[in-house]
């Protein structure tokens, strides 16, 4: 009876002994797996040291935004072009000036502020162009009048007087009557710029 008894406590302890070591064994393993996937995301990570290409192209995309993000200036090669237009005559009249020593290095935003009464309309490194409104006409407009048998050019200035030009030697003696007779009137013959000007008289030649 008593042997009977012995056998069965051992049986009981070897059977808990083998539940507990399987136990244990299972966790181990769970653990084990467990570090693995954590390793296993931590290697995901992208590895960005100089040596890699994700590292330079990264740099790369800096130097771009840095030299975007640059504010543009002026140099002293740029071209300065005033733009004047006038009201009475609606006529815009383009200055072409050489660039002013103060203004290089300047940005968009300086250029605007110096010169508040003109609007900046184009502005890069190489051209930067202000507008301005004036009243009366542009210094382009001609009057021709006929004095003493000769052509006379006579120059409109923005408030609308008049003073002399020009006393050419043309003489209006074999001018056509009509061209003769609109010398003579208070308007005499209006034109529009040098080049016409010229085109005029070397027709009364």
């Given at each position: 009876?008593?042997?009977?008894?012995?056998?069965?406590?051992?049986?009981?302890?070897?059977?808990?002994?083998?539940?507990?070591?399987?136990?244990?064994?299972?966790?181990?393993?769970?653990?084990?797996?467990?570090?693995?996937?954590?390793?296993?995301?931590?290697?995901?990570?992208?590895?960005?040291?100089?040596?890699?290409?994700?590292?330079?192209?990264?740099?790369?995309?800096?130097?771009?935004?840095?030299?975007?993000s640059s504010d543009e200036k002026?140099?002293?090669?740029?071209?300065?072009?005033?733009?004047?237009?006038?009201?009475?005559?609606?006529?815009?009249?383009?200055?072409?000036?050489?660039?002013?020593?103060?203004?290089?290095?300047?940005?968009?935003?300086?250029?605007?502020?110096?010169?508040?009464?003109?609007?900046?309309?184009?502005?890069?490194?190489?051209?930067?162009?202000?507008?301005?409104?004036?009243?009366?006409?542009?210094?382009?407009?001609?009057?021709?009048?006929?004095?003493?048998?000769?052509?006379?050019?006579?120059?409109?200035?923005?408030?609308?007087?008049?003073?002399?030009?020009?006393?050419?030697?043309?003489?209006?003696?074999?001018?056509?009557?009509?061209?003769?007779?609109?010398?003579?009137?208070?308007?005499?013959?209006?034109?529009?710029?040098?080049?016409?000007?010229?085109?005029?008289?070397?027709?009364?030649?």
């Open positions: 009876m008593k042997e009977k008894l012995i056998v069965g406590i051992i049986f009981i302890i070897v059977l808990v002994g083998a539940i507990f070591t399987g136990i244990m064994i299972k966790n181990n393993k769970e653990s084990g797996e467990d570090n693995t996937k954590e390793k296993l995301i931590v290697s995901e990570e992208p590895v960005t040291d100089e040596c890699t290409e994700e590292y330079k192209l990264a740099q790369q995309t800096e130097e771009v935004k840095e030299v975007n002026i140099s002293s090669n740029s071209a300065l072009i005033l733009k004047k237009y006038y009201k009475e005559c609606g006529h815009t009249i383009n200055e072409y000036v050489e660039m002013l020593p103060e203004l290089v290095n300047m940005t968009e935003e300086e250029v605007s502020e110096k010169f508040q009464d003109w609007e900046l309309i184009g502005f890069s490194s190489k051209e930067v162009t202000l507008l301005k409104e004036f009243e009366g006409r542009c210094g382009e407009h001609f009057t021709l009048k006929e004095e003493n048998g000769n052509v006379v050019i006579y120059k409109i200035l923005p408030d609308g007087t008049k003073q002399i030009y020009e006393k050419t030697e043309i003489s209006t003696e074999f001018l056509p009557e009509t061209d003769l007779l609109q010398m003579q009137s208070e308007e005499g013959i209006q034109v529009y710029g040098k080049e016409e000007l010229n085109k005029v008289l070397e027709d009364f030649e």
